[in-house]
């Protein structure tokens, strides 16, 4: 008895004193996902890489609203959003712990206005990713009046703009029969 003693007292404690103390994590822990709103421009390329289904974005046309949604109940702490995030909004913390007393409480939501076409009016995209995408040609070098005429082409809708293609490709034909002629 008096060794097994000893053996304890030279190996000291080898319990972690969770919950009286911070229980350390690895470097590379995958916890609790962290949202920043304020730097995400709801294009959806975390709803689309989520295996779990724990993010979602519903679009209301009639209020030109995106809804961006995450079930932490869901979540698989897998980081896919993490790495497909292009702003970084999202991103696995080391916290752990996320007993609630009720399952709304495991819901984040965030609300983005979008952009208007400027043809039809109808709403189609996130103003705030509109402005990214002009952002990052300006990063890119591009000069900032050819940056803003190209937004007439990002603020117009995928249906005008394949209206617009027709019709374009319409006045041309009769020109390209001619010349052939």
């Known amino acids: ?13 080898v319990t972690a004193e969770y919950p009286f103390a911070p229980f350390p994590v690895s470097r590379n822990f995958r916890g609790k996902p962290e949202y920043a709103p ?31 949604m995450l079930n932490i109940g869901r979540c698989v702490f897998c980081a ?17 712990e996320l007993a609630v007393r009720s399952k709304a409480d495991l819901m984040m939501t965030a609300e983005f206005t979008l952009t208007n076409c400027r043809f039809c009016r109808t709403p ?9 995408v002009i952002a990052r040609l300006v990063r890119q070098r591009l000069p900032q009046e050819e940056a803003e005429r190209r937004r007439e082409l990002y603020e117009t809708c995928p249906e005008c703009r394949r209206h617009a293609n027709v019709m374009s490709r319409c006045r041309t034909l009769p020109a390209q029969e001619a010349q052939a002629a």
Do not use: H
């Open 124 to 132: 189609f995209a996130p103003t705030k990713e509109v402005n990214y």
């Open 38 to 68: 304020t730097n995400c421009i709801a294009c959806a390329a975390c709803t689309i890489a989520c295996p779990a289904n724990a993010l979602t974005m519903t679009t209301d046309p009639v209020a030109g609203s995106r809804t961006w």
């Open 1 to 13: 008895m008096f060794k097994l003693l000893q053996e304890i007292a030279r190996k000291g404690d």
């Open 80 to 96: 896919r959003c993490e790495e497909v995030c292009p702003t970084g909004a999202i991103a696995l913390s080391n916290r752990f």
